[in-house]
């Protein structure tokens, strides 16, 4: 079941509750319109791409007494990572980003942030950490970024594609580190590893599945395997 609440103009706060407990809390937030996710079970939350400080984000922490085990952003775009100093300082939680994007979240030219974002962990393909029961698994998914990836849940059927993979659409290769080729191959990779039936929550616009981006996905069609 999906429910949204309008804040303002750049703000949107969106949830999704599961049948297991679980719930999936969505915002919209500022001049890009990123999508931040907060996924939760039993009071212990995961933060998924904080892009902007939001008033909106800590307030509903607060208000539901969560504990953030985890910050997990899915590239180091600045439209994905604003937020996660603030957060990290309010509640100590522990930051993991994709090592190969490591180039956006140092002091670096690439840095449009203003400071180095506070990474605990720089993880791979294949890494995995537990939100409670539910086991989320970090899939490379190179293009938008050198460095981009996805978080898959497998037992829940859920996926967070960053920027890899939208609504009828992809990310953006025109930007540095970007490429077409790229994009073009870890898509085709999603099409194959993940499910139909997976929801897919992507860093900007409404959430799809992969079945429904299999037919409709005109960048990326989808060509069954012989």
Known sequence: ML???RYDNKNVLCYTIFGDDMKIKSFTLGHYRSNCYIVYKNEHAIVIDPGYESDEVIQFI???????DAIYLTHGHVDHVGGVKKIKALYNAKVYAPKKDEIWLIDSIYNHVGYPIPVDQ????GFRFNLDDIEFLVIETPGHSEGGTVLYAKDASICFSGDTLFFETIGRTDLPFSNFSSIKESIEKLYEMLPDETILYPGHGTKTTIEHEKNYNMFIKYKKQT
Request: contains cysteine.
């Open 3 to 5: 429910n949204c609440l």
């Open 122 to 125: 720089y993880v791979h393909e």
């Open 62 to 68: 607060n208000n539901n007494n969560l504990i953030i």
